[in-house]
């Protein structure tokens, strides 16, 4: 049975079949991180549900444009609703400019990411690449009514744009008055017409580093701005998939949707699609909470929580063991347990290799192994059900061992194992994106290529060339490899 991929859309709240707007072209968004310090484990889930499902898409065959930008600039706002500038703050911290502080945590991002398989979005914006377009954005919502300049700031003007039949709230299902009630002596609030206006753009105090002129003087724009900008920039008006943490659909995508409806005067998203959080003892992990787990802490073990180093493998494995949208907990149980899963999956992998169609079908085998091969993508077109996907391969894992302890030989047809093969393979590392940390195929290679440089030297030396013989001993010797001869014959050691 083939099934089509469904989403569930956090703006309809229900799943609706995936139909893109200009098939086989897909624009996925995702919100990148503010690059002022390291991005915890939490933040690496996020941003490994969303390589998931990029991933998948291609794997379904769709060209997909992925953007996920990165938040150098910007007014961003704190737990407590004040306005900060994250990034000013930690250069005081650190002694060193803003634009040093963002290049060294993009760095460290990049690194992350490498780390935990992650492809490259296709298209890598950064905020302060963008000021002009975001001065053009903020423009046009004023030109249009749903924007007002203040003292120098431009602001949202919520209230307007609810005048004219929008609905300011619609994603995270809040009501405009009962958000007006809870905004009270916070930063800019003098200067706004209704304290649930949000800043497009502000005005730079003195001591303000990062800033550009604009038509209402020198300032910088306001984080919600950028995103509506980037991804309109690059995806059109209108785009398929929209993505971020949970924690983000309020306020930044409610105010991203109300900047593009108020600018481009139609819904820009198709799917708006967010992940839930990665919890620590039950609670989200963040760092100003002060639980956050940072990848080389995990890699180390050198945190309270573990009793030794994990593998940032076994930890994509224990995120996509939750679906994208479920809480997920880390636990030393849950790190130990995918540790031994990451190896049975790594191990039946290789196992497949060497099996071979015995001839003699068993036909509850044949049957059981075609609907363990049909599930794969079943699960996934539900709503990309990684959870789902990880138990299927598992029993696909267990079927292969079966096979490869009675003789390498599998009861089911040769088409039916060539099929199992590619679809195991494809779903554990194209579209679960593990790697196999143990992978021993370049030894394998240099095995082979050892034992044929071995045998030409064996000959050489019967035939008594001695000068190919010194040759070969002298070459290996410069690629630190010495030869043993023995009674046995021949072996190699790398020093
Ligand atoms: P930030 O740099 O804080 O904007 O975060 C970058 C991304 O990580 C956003 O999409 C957040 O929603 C996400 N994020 C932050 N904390 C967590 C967490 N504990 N679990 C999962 N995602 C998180
Ligand atoms: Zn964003």
């Known amino acids: 049975m083939s099934t089509r991929l469904q989403i569930y859309n956090s703006l309809t709240r229900q799943k609706e079949v995936f139909e893109p707007l200009n098939p086989p072209f897909v624009g996925l968004y995702v919100c990148g991180p503010t690059v002022y310090n390291d991005v915890h484990l939490g933040n690496v889930r996020t941003f490994t549900s969303f390589d998931m499902i990029y991933r998948y898409l291609v794997y379904l065959g769709y060209k997909v444009r992925y953007v996920r930008n990165i938040t150098d600039a910007g007014h961003l706002t704190n737990d407590r609703g004040e306005g900060v500038n994250r990034i000013e703050s930690q250069s005081q911290l650190e002694q060193l400019e803003p634009m040093e ?18 492809h490259r979005p296709t298209i890598e914006p950064t905020a302060t690449g963008h000021i002009v377009e ?24 919520v209230h307007a744009y609810n005048a004219a039949n929008h609905q300011y709230g619609k994603l995270s299902g ?31 105090s003195p001591q303000h580093i990062m800033r550009w002129p604009s038509p209402w003087g020198e300032g910088f724009p306001g984080w919600h701005l ?12 209108t785009f398929d998939i929209h993505g971020g943490g949970m924690d983000l659909k309020f306020p930044h ?7 593009n409806i108020g600018a481009c005067e139609t819904e820009p998203v198709r799917y708006w699609m967010h992940t839930n959080m990665l919890n620590f003892n ?34 994509r494995l224990l995120f996509l063991q939750s679906h994208y949208s479920s809480e997920s907990d880390i636990t030393l149980k849950g790190l130990q347990d995918a ?30 192994i075609q609907q363990l091969i049909g599930n794969c993508k079943e699960v996934m077109d539900d709503d990309f059900n990684t959870s789902k996907l990880i138990a299927n391969l598992y029993e696909m894992a267990s079927q292969i061992n079966i096979f490869y302890n009675d003789g390498k030989k599998s009861p089911i047809h040769h088409e039916t194992l060539e099929t199992l093969r590619t679809t195991y393979n494809d779903f554990v590392f194209d579209v679960l994106g593990l790697l196999d940390e143990n992978d021993n195929s370049n030894k394998e290679t240099l095995d082979k290529v050892m034992h044929l440089v071995m045998d ?22 410069d690629a630190k490899i010495s030869l043993k001869d023995g009674k046995e014959g021949t072996t190699y050691e790398i020093e």
């Open 253 to 259: 995508h409610e105010c991203e949707i109300a900047q």
């Open 101 to 118: 502080i963002v290049q060294k945590y993009t760095v460290g991002f990049h690194d992350v990411c490498r780390l935990f398989n992650m």
């Open 134 to 157: 975001q001065i053009e954005m903020a423009k046009t919502l004023i030109n249009n009514g749903y924007a007002y300049e203040s003292n120098g700031s431009v602001y949202f003007d």
């Open 456 to 477: 030409i030297r064996k000959s050489a030396r019967e035939n008594k060339d001695w000068g190919t013989s010194d040759k070969i001993r002298d070459a290996l010797k």
């Open 282 to 315: 039950g609670q989200k992990m963040s760092k100003s909470l002060g639980n956050s787990i940072l990848p080389l802490e995990l890699i180390t073990g050198n945190h309270p929580l573990l009793d030794k180093g994990y593998s940032p493998m076994t930890v």
């Open 226 to 237: 950028e995103c509506s900008v980037m991804s309109t920039k690059y995806l059109g008006k």
């Open 174 to 204: 809040r009501n405009v008055d009962e958000l007006m009630a809870g905004y009270r002596d916070l930063d800019g609030q003098d200067e706004k017409r209704h304290s649930i206006d949000f800043a497009l753009w502000k005005k730079a």
């Open 339 to 368: 540790e031994k899963g990451l190896r049975k999956l790594m191990n039946a992998s290789n196992y497949l290799t060497s099996l071979v169609a015995s001839g003699e079908i068993q036909e509850e085998k044949e049957t059981a």
